[in-house]
């Protein structure tokens, strides 16, 4: 009998453990994690009341008679970009840093606020298991995907127009980075009873479609070609779509072009990235690289392919990329270049390279410096430059 008694109570143990394994928000959280958390958990719920309070602003909620595209085809136009002095109503000019505030970038701000609000939604549920926030969710996952009278075609191929020269470019494809919170906050509240499938299949059929489109079109493969950030971005992007999608083939290509084509490419034997150092702004640019990559090795390690541990035949690794920026992130006096010629006093913010490599690499000095810095910026070049905002959803 007493033997009976053992069996049987290991198996009561045994289910109410596998119980608890397979309980929504039961993944065992690193102290990293944990800690942030803490930090940031009264501006998420702060952030979610907000955003329970909001209603959709997609596309078709404003238009630009210089759209070459219908109303539901995003639209925005070349930030640094300015009509020609010598030729007034002629094609406009660049002037590489310089953000033209007279741009149509409507398209963008909806896209922008449409991130936060999952972010802050996904967030919430995420510490909190309540439904409520999934539900508002609901709303705003239909009127940009699927209801046909608000939905956004999945294509940008009228982003960063430029008057008098293209109708939309490859470099306007950066622009959808704000999707990614989007995708990332989909994958955490699916699990949640409130979320219908019908909602969340069509949320994945438009990410498919876009997905593809990223892949096959001629912008998205100039886009995939290009040698800076905006190559990075591109394979964020798919990287982030590919796995709210399950398109593990995409994720292992686009595994293989970090190792192969962005990490050597980009990043010099110091951990620098010297084609963001040759622009005009060179600090923004860097943090914003680093940013972007490590991000991809937050979508795309697993313990068989681990990309924090990824290191070239020339020692080139995400870890130097940190450990090269850190030092004039923690102290800006440092920086040995001229400062950027816009936005120099508005960097740096929290940036996720901080928390994700204090995560992956346990460094304390690198958390503390981003639990200082600043949680919730309120520059609009500096948001739209910092796409991971709700860094407990990637955890």
């Given amino acids: 009998m007493k033997s009976l008694g053992r069996v049987f109570f290991i198996m009561i ?26 930090i940031l958990r009264k501006q998420i719920l702060a952030e979610a009341d907000w955003a329970m309070q909001q209603k959709p602003i997609t596309v078709t909620a404003s238009f630009s008679p210089r759209s070459a595209g219908g109303k539901h085809d995003f639209f925005s136009e070349a930030d640094y970009f300015w009509p020609d002095p010598k030729n007034p109503d002629g094609p406009y000019i660049n002037r590489d840093g310089e953000s033209n505030p007279a741009n149509f970038i409507e398209h963008r701000k909806a896209m922008i606020r449409f991130s936060e609000i999952i972010g802050a939604l996904a967030s919430a549920y995420k510490i909190t298991g309540d439904q409520k926030y999934v ?24 982003a960063q127009a430029i008057k008098g020269k293209f109708t939309g470019r490859n470099y306007g494809i950066i622009d959808s980075i704000h999707l990614m919170e989007v995708a990332q906050g989909l994958i955490v509240m699916e699990d949640c009873p409130a979320m219908d499938a019908q909602t969340s299949e069509g949320v994945k059929k438009w990410f498919a479609e876009y997905t593809n489109w990223l892949l096959t079109s001629k912008p998205g493969i100039q886009e995939k070609l290009t040698k800076n950030n905006h190559s990075t971005c591109w394979a964020m992007q798919v990287a982030s779509f590919a ?14 072009m970090y190792k192969t084509v962005l990490l050597p490419r980009q990043m010099g034997t110091d951990g620098s990235f010297p084609l963001e150092l040759a ?40 870890k130097k990329g940190i450990s090269y920026l850190y030092p004039y992130v923690a102290d800006k006096s440092k920086w040995q270049l001229k400062p950027d010629v816009m936005y120099w006093d508005s960097w740096p913010v929290a940036q996720p390279f901080l928390l994700f490599g204090a995560n992956a690499y346990q460094q304390n000095d690198w958390f503390n410096t981003w639990k200082r810095l ?7 070049e500096v948001i739209r430059n ?3 905002r709700h860094p407990l959803i990637w955890m």
């Avoid at 289910?15 to 803490?38: D, L, R």
């Avoid at 539900?135 to 294509?155: G, S, V």
């Avoid at 622009?279 to 937050?298: E, H, N, V, W």
């Fill in 13 to 38: 143990l045994w289910c109410f453990q596998s119980a608890f394994i397979n309980a929504p928000h039961s993944k065992t959280k690193s102290g990293v994690e944990k800690a942030a958390e803490a």
């Fill in 135 to 158: 539900r508002q969710a609901i709303i705003h996952l239909k009127a940009w995907f699927i209801d046909p009278e608000t939905l956004m075609n999945p294509n940008l191929q009228f």
């Fill in 243 to 256: 796995k709210l999608c399950n398109n593990q083939a995409e994720l292992d290509s686009i595994s293989v």
């Fill in 279 to 318: 622009r005009t702004k060179p600090y923004g640019y860097s943090i914003f690289d680093l940013d972007a990559m490590t991000t991809l090795c937050q979508i795309l390690s697993t313990p068989k392919d681990n990309l924090w541990a990824f290191e070239t035949p020339d020692g080139k690794s995400i």
């Fill in 374 to 380: 600043d949680h919730k910026p309120k520059t609009e």
């Fill in 386 to 388: 910092v796409p991971i």
